[in-house]
């Protein structure tokens, strides 16, 4: 493909790739496809996007064209590929300029500056890391933001790469350039310092952004570029230098106002430090040692006591809370249970926690995590009121808690009472002692307590086996507390049959359990949406339980199905209504199965009474008639709640068809 005849017709196909009328825009695909394969192609892409006198959306679309190429046709052993004279120049002409205008076109060409890296860096395309560093240090600031975009691409596509090879390869260059990327770190951190204590925004915005990308190098280059970091000074200096400079930017987030420009990206670096320290606990537990006591001093001071207040935010406060978490539950900082088969890494670091987590220390984290951070919000009481459904899928949202802060706070209760059981019960247990009896329902604060102790002693229902009688408990307790109706008492309510829910399969007499399915079935009735959809959760955990028998739920069995039905069709969302009809099934599965053994174990002793010379042929015939008609009744009320589901699936197929989303544009 000749260059200079070649760019006008391709210039003009791409403009009419960017055509919104599918009579233009399905041509222009299908020659562009057909272009792919044909030499020099990509060369013509390259000058087009590089010229920027040239439309936007038509500079953007043969950037995409030029990164999808480089998937399907870089590499040498891949059908009609590039030959190596062609990529040479492409080489050359992606690193020639760093001086992209548009923002989104700079990250794509990064992007795919970081594809060819990967299959060519350092053997093929040696002088691309000596240029980029070069170009980080120029003084024009378009050009060293490019610059240090392409970098952190590229550095990034490189620590991702698994072979043992391509590892070393990178431990070298991480060896290499890490001390000039901690010195550029630091000079754009101390720029950036400066410029917001002279009040000036603009510059401050622009050093930040030059600061989080050299922090996102560092990351890179400090979680995946040393076989054992804790030997290099540079690397344990460098994290250290991390709590520092989190100190530094939190204090500076109190005059950084909401509206400021440079707020949410200053979150973000705050974010960005506190990855890097969880990633390299993950990834290197060992060298992290020297870490865990500052790490715990840092985390527990900003989210537990008063230090935080007015400066922390809830993603830091979750990454800290995840700090704290990981350090707690890691298998490396456990000793064995024969001291001897354990490293002297283990041992130091256990001992390090062990003086860390104090009687003093552990009651107020735990005092904390309960009527703190357990307590309902009003943001949460609002959605509560206003989308009940939506709140119900907040509360049990998969991994969650590695993003949210409610989950996050619960996981972290788990693994330290756990951990510390023997402390914590006791501080737990008092905790419950003190909210006994009635709750004043004009007292919200109270029942929010209440809430959160109540959720405490769910999440440790195993830790507090042998600690708490709960039978007696919810004899005496609980099940007043179910049949208190008051509106206001309706946390407590959605609260008391989630918690039973919890101990079912840890402790529960089977003797309660009529007590229970009659609370179910009240609750079932519940003016309360939320609450219904806690105890049909309940109710599945307690038929699903291995105690479940069919004798005592049966008296029960056709209400609950009513009600649950009538629940299925209030419900609107589609997450909520397989919820409940999971409920539904999970019931029909575990009654179905638990009368089919029964039925079986009734005809055998039919069937060895038969085997009898004198049995009486009018007491079997009617025995065997009453077990048909028994099996005759279930299956048909079965098959006719099953009629109904289908019904209400068939409907929901309907809607969902009817629904028609537009097909997105392209950029």
Same mark, same amino acid.
């Given at each position: 493909?000749?260059?200079?005849?070649?760019?006008?017709?391709?210039?003009?196909?791409?403009?009419?790739?960017?055509?919104?009328?599918?009579?233009?825009?399905?041509?222009?695909?299908?020659?562009?496809?057909? !272009?792919?394969?044909?030499?020099? /192609?990509?060369?013509?892409?390259?000058?087009?996007?590089?010229?920027?006198?040239?439309?936007?959306?038509?500079? !953007? *679309?043969?950037?995409?064209?030029?990164?999808?190429?480089?998937?399907?046709?870089?590499?040498?052993?891949?059908?009609?590929?590039?030959?190596?004279?062609?990529?040479?120049?492409?080489?050359?002409?992606?690193?020639?300029?760093?001086?992209?205008?548009?923002?989104?076109?700079?990250?794509?060409?990064?992007?795919?500056?970081?594809?060819?890296?990967?299959?060519?860096?350092?053997?093929?395309?040696?002088?691309?890391?000596?240029?980029?560093?070069?170009?980080?240090?120029?003084?024009?600031?378009?050009?060293?933001?490019?610059?240090?975009?392409?970098?952190?691409?590229?550095?990034?596509?490189?620590?991702?790469?698994?072979?043992?090879?391509?590892?070393?390869?990178?431990?070298?260059?991480?060896?290499?350039?890490?001390?000039?990327?901690?010195?550029?770190?630091?000079?754009?951190?101390?720029?950036?310092?400066?410029?917001?204590?002279?009040?000036?925004?603009?510059?401050?915005?622009?050093?930040?952004?030059?600061?989080?990308?050299?922090?996102?190098?560092?990351?890179?280059?400090?979680?995946?570029?040393?076989?054992?970091?804790?030997?290099?000074?540079?690397?344990?200096?460098?994290?250290?230098?991390?709590?520092?400079?989190?100190?530094?930017?939190?204090?500076?987030?109190?005059?950084?106002?909401?509206?400021?420009?440079?707020?949410?990206?200053?979150?973000?670096?705050?974010?960005?430090?506190?990855?890097?320290?969880?990633?390299?606990?993950?990834?290197?537990?060992?060298? /992290?040692?020297?870490?865990?006591?500052?790490?715990?001093?840092?985390?527990?001071?900003?989210?537990?006591?008063?230090?935080?207040?007015?400066?922390?935010?809830?993603?830091?406060?979750?990454?800290?809370?995840?700090?704290?978490?990981?350090?707690?539950?890691?298998?490396?900082?456990?000793?064995?249970?024969?001291?001897?088969?354990?490293?002297?890494?283990?041992?130091?670091?256990?001992?390090?926690?062990?003086? /860390?987590?104090?009687?003093?220390?552990?009651?107020?984290?735990?005092?904390?995590?309960?009527?703190?951070?357990?307590?309902?919000?009003?943001?949460?009481?609002?959605?509560?009121?206003?989308?009940?459904?939506?709140?119900?899928?907040?509360?049990?949202?998969?991994?969650?808690?590695?993003?949210?802060?409610?989950?996050?706070?619960?996981?972290?209760?788990?693994?330290?009472?756990?951990?510390?059981?023997?402390?914590?019960?006791?501080?737990?247990?008092?905790?419950?002692?003190?909210?006994?009896?009635?709750?004043?329902?004009?007292?919200?604060?109270?029942?929010?307590?209440?809430?959160?102790?109540?959720?405490?002693?769910?999440?440790?229902?195993?830790?507090?086996?042998?600690?708490?009688?709960?039978?007696?408990?919810?004899?005496?307790?609980?099940?007043?507390?179910?049949?208190?109706?008051?509106?206001?008492?309706?946390?407590?309510?959605?609260?008391?049959?989630?918690?039973?829910?919890?101990?079912?399969?840890?402790?529960?007499?089977?003797?309660?359990?009529?007590?229970?399915?009659?609370?179910?079935?009240?609750?079932?009735?519940?003016?309360? *949406?939320?609450?219904?959809?806690?105890?049909?959760?309940?109710?599945?955990?307690?038929?699903?339980?291995?105690?479940?028998?069919?004798?005592?739920?049966?008296?029960?069995?056709?209400?609950? /199905?009513?009600?649950?039905?009538?629940?299925?069709?209030?419900?609107?969302?589609?997450?909520?209504?397989?919820?409940?009809?999971?409920?539904?099934?999970?019931?029909?599965?575990?009654?179905?199965?638990?009368?089919?053994?029964?039925?079986?174990?009734?005809?055998?002793?039919?069937?060895?009474?038969?085997?009898?010379?004198?049995?009486?042929?009018?007491?079997?015939?009617?025995?065997?008639?009453?077990?048909?008609?028994?099996?005759?009744?279930?299956?048909?009320?079965?098959?006719?709640?099953?009629?109904?589901?289908?019904?209400?699936?068939?409907?929901?197929?309907?809607?969902?068809?009817?629904?028609?989303?537009?097909?997105?544009?392209?950029?």
């Amino acid at each position: 493909m000749d260059l200079n005849s070649a760019s006008a017709t391709v210039l003009q196909v791409l403009t009419q790739a960017t055509s919104q009328d599918t009579a233009v825009l399905k041509p222009a695909e299908e020659q562009l496809k057909q !272009w792919e394969t044909q030499p020099g /192609f990509y060369s013509v892409l390259l000058n087009i996007f590089t010229n920027h006198t040239l439309d936007v959306n038509v500079r !953007w *679309l043969a950037v995409l064209y030029f990164k999808n190429g480089i998937d399907r046709y870089w590499r040498r052993v891949a059908p009609h590929a590039l030959s190596e004279e062609e990529k040479t120049t492409l080489r050359a002409g992606l690193i020639t300029n760093f001086n992209e205008p548009v923002n989104q076109i700079a990250t794509q060409i990064s992007v795919l500056i970081a594809k060819v890296a990967r299959v060519d860096c350092p053997r093929q395309w040696p002088e691309l890391i000596p240029t980029l560093l070069e170009s980080v240090k120029v003084q024009d600031d378009l050009q060293q933001h490019r610059a240090l975009l392409t970098f952190y691409h590229v550095t990034k596509t490189l620590a991702s790469k698994r072979l043992a090879a391509d590892r070393k390869l990178f431990y070298d260059l991480a060896s290499g350039i890490y001390s000039f990327v901690c010195s550029l770190w630091n000079h754009h951190t101390d720029t950036f310092l400066q410029q917001v204590c002279r009040g000036d925004e603009a510059a401050a915005s622009n050093s930040l952004e030059r600061t989080l990308l050299s922090l996102k190098v560092l990351r890179k280059l400090t979680v995946h570029g040393f076989v054992e970091p804790h030997g290099s000074v540079e690397v344990m200096g460098f994290l250290h230098a991390v709590f520092e400079r989190l100190k530094q930017f939190l204090e500076c987030s109190r005059s950084i106002r909401a509206e400021n420009v440079c707020r949410d990206r200053l979150e973000k670096t705050i974010i960005l430090f506190t990855k890097v320290l969880l990633d390299f606990l993950d990834q290197h537990p060992f060298s /992290f040692i020297p870490l865990i006591q500052r790490s715990l001093e840092f985390a527990v001071s900003y989210v537990f006591t008063e230090a935080g207040e007015g400066i922390v935010f809830e993603r830091f406060i979750v990454q800290c809370l995840n700090l704290i978490k990981m350090i707690v539950k890691n298998d490396a900082y456990k000793p064995s249970k024969n001291i001897e088969d354990s490293s002297p890494e283990t041992l130091e670091a256990h001992k390090i926690k062990t003086a /860390f987590f104090t009687y003093p220390t552990l009651m107020e984290i735990c005092r904390r995590l309960v009527t703190h951070y357990f307590l309902l919000t009003k943001e949460e009481l609002t959605m509560w009121e206003e989308d009940p459904e939506g709140f119900t899928v907040e509360e049990t949202g998969g991994d969650s808690w590695k993003y949210s802060l409610r989950p996050c706070t619960e996981v972290l209760f788990i693994y330290i009472f756990h951990e510390y059981n023997q402390t914590l019960t006791p501080v737990l247990l008092e905790m419950v002692r003190s909210l006994q009896g009635s709750t004043n329902l004009e007292d919200t604060s109270a029942i929010l307590i209440k809430d959160a102790v109540y959720n405490a002693v769910g999440l440790a229902a195993y830790e507090l086996f042998d600690s708490v009688d709960f039978d007696q408990w919810f004899k005496s307790q609980l099940l007043a507390e179910l049949q208190v109706s008051h509106d206001r008492y309706k946390p407590i309510r959605r609260r008391v049959i989630w918690l039973i829910g919890q101990w079912i399969s840890v402790k529960f007499q089977s003797d309660l359990r009529p007590m229970l399915y009659e609370a179910i079935r009240n609750l079932l009735q519940d003016q309360d *949406l939320v609450v219904r959809i806690e105890t049909a959760t309940t109710l599945k955990l307690t038929v699903d339980d291995f105690e479940f028998t069919t004798d005592q739920f049966l008296p029960y069995l056709e209400s609950m /199905f009513t009600l649950l039905f009538e629940l299925l069709q209030e419900v609107t969302q589609c997450d909520t209504k397989m919820h409940v009809l999971h409920v539904l099934s999970c019931v029909i599965e575990r009654v179905n199965m638990q009368e089919s053994i029964r039925w079986l174990e009734d005809e055998k002793a039919l069937l060895e009474m038969t085997e009898e010379v004198d049995y009486d042929v009018d007491t079997s015939a009617t025995q065997l008639e009453a077990i048909l008609e028994q099996r005759i009744d279930i299956l048909t009320k079965f098959r006719d709640k099953v009629k109904s589901f289908r019904a209400a699936l068939q409907e929901e197929e309907q809607a969902s068809k009817q629904i028609n989303p537009k097909r997105p544009r392209a950029l």
